[in-house]
């Protein structure tokens, strides 16, 4: 809703009325508006509208009623740290394909709830697989897989520090920038520590000796767009037989979503030429690719609903990460289908998880922003409806990629047909 429609629907001066009124009747030095207003005021605020105050009064009460609304801003917007990403589109990271840059590991760094929950998950494997007897004669090997610049073996290092369990590190990083960094590091920081460092693809590495707990974060928004089933599938021969993994299982998941700021950003994606791989793009090839999104503005039609799920280790011979699945969602109001929303969970081990699906979302984590696949078009859909969304994860041995349509109430055409517009690359 934008600042017209709030004007039509609560006109200007019944705001100063209904201001005015409470002044004279109940404290007369502070203004205050009744619970019904400051509930859809505080809602105004949460979706970022602008208000404008206007007064046919001379007494100097204008600046009563600004202070009030100032105070009342500071007290209900959720301002926060991350606001200039809000509504923005991004490409996603390809770690695979890719080199990371140090601003992106940097800021990945900075999430407070991640690699504690990791470091919990490590603590508790370490405690499950050696008893307080053992502590002394028994080592246990941790491979941490694409450990960037070592927040996960920092994770390592302090969760066998905090159960007294004897350790050896195994570091393996595709990315030789990170791995300059980590030499620094362990030069540094962990030279008395049993560490050991591989400039190595996880799905080629060939080690010393097998692991006793596999670590690893190849999540990416949607929990396998990073490519974590292919590579972790490759590096469990790393694994003992009864080794553990972590995490152990991912989930995406999926609702259908109305959002005029997204649908207008894809529109806006084509004016820049320099986004995305692609340098000869079409509205249809932005239009068909799924995005990196921190949502605000944005009306659920329906509830995230999971999708697929991964494994690790995965028991299955022989392996195929190629899904496919089709979700309903009820629609409770008309409204116009955008695109879709998607999320993931994640279980590091047992009951350690990781979450940005909204209704499950692990507090004060930020690593992750949800992923939004479009729709070429915007479509009406009216309350009573069903949507119907097609969804399928495609593998071939260069590339893995996402298509989508609607098969109700209208159908589309399969997004991303073939992965034309966004594969995710494996070499
Ligand atoms: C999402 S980043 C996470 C980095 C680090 N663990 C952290 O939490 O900051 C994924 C890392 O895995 C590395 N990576 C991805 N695929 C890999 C592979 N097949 N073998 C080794 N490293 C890989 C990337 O270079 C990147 O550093």
């Known amino acids: 809703m934008n600042w017209a429609t709030f004007k039509n629907k609560f006109e200007e001066r019944t705001v100063k009325r209904t201001m005015r009124e409470r002044r004279t009747k109940g404290n007369k030095k502070n203004p205050v508006l009744?619970?019904?207003w400051q509930e859809i005021l505080s809602y105004f605020m949460r979706a970022r509208i602008n208000i404008i105050i206007s007064s046919d009064v001379h007494d100097g009460s204008l600046k009563l009623y600004a202070e009030y609304m100032m105070r009342f801003q500071d007290i209900n917007s959720d301002m926060h740290e991350l606001l200039a990403f809000e509504d923005v589109l991004e490409e996603p990271l390809q770690p695979l394909y890719d080199n990371?840059?140090?601003y992106t590991y940097e800021v990945f760094e900075k999430d407070p709830a991640k690699y504690k929950l990791y470091q919990e998950a490590i603590e508790q494997a370490l405690l499950d697989r050696v008893a307080e007897k053992d502590k002394e004669k028994k080592l246990t090997v941790i491979m941490v897989l694409g450990a960037?610049?070592?927040p996960l073996v920092r994770s390592a290092l302090n969760a066998a520090e905090n159960t007294g369990r004897k350790v050896r590190v195994y570091i393996i990083e595709k990315n030789p920038n990170a791995i300059r960094t980590l030499n620094a590091i362990a030069k540094k920081l962990w030279y008395k520590k049993d560490v050991h460092i591989f400039s190595k693809d996880m799905r080629e590495f060939s080690p010393p000796e097998p692991a006793d707990i596999l670590v690893s974060e190849l999540l990416g928004s949607f929990g396998d767009n990073e490519l974590s089933p292919e590579c972790l599938d490759c590096a469990q021969k790393l694994l003992k037989s009864d080794g553990i993994s972590i995490p152990c299982?991912?989930?995406s998941?999926?609702?259908p979503i109305m959002s005029s700021k997204l649908l207008n950003?894809?529109?806006?994606?084509?004016r820049h030429e320099t986004f995305g791989r692609q340098k000869q793009?079409?509205?249809?090839?932005h239009a068909e690719s799924g995005f990196v999104v921190l949502l605000k503005n944005i009306y659920n039609i329906g509830l995230p609903q999971s999708l697929f799920e991964f494994v690790h280790p995965n028991p299955q011979s022989p392996i195929d990460n190629s899904r496919y699945k089709t979700l309903r969602f009820e629609v409770e109001l008309d409204c116009v289908l955008t695109g879709i929303a998607g999320y993931f969970d994640t279980v590091l081990y047992k009951d350690i998880k990781l979450s940005i699906n909204p209704q499950t979302h692990t507090p004060g984590m930020f690593s992750w922003f949800p992923m939004y696949f479009p729709f070429t078009e915007p479509m009406d859909v009216k309350k009573g409806q069903t949507i119907e969304i097609?969804?399928?994860r495609c593998v071939t041995k260069q590339k893995i990629w996402y298509e989508w349509c609607l098969a109700a109430p209208l159908r589309t055409h399969i997004h991303n047909h073939g992965g034309r517009s966004c594969p995710i690359y494996c070499t």
């Open 148 to 150: 960037g610049r070592g």
């Open 249 to 251: 299982k991912s989930t």
């Open 100 to 102: 990371l840059d140090c």
């Open 390 to 392: 097609h969804f399928w």
């Open 34 to 36: 009744p619970k019904a």
């Open 281 to 285: 793009a079409t509205y249809h090839t």
């Open 253 to 255: 998941y999926i609702n």
């Open 265 to 270: 950003g894809v529109r806006q994606v084509l």
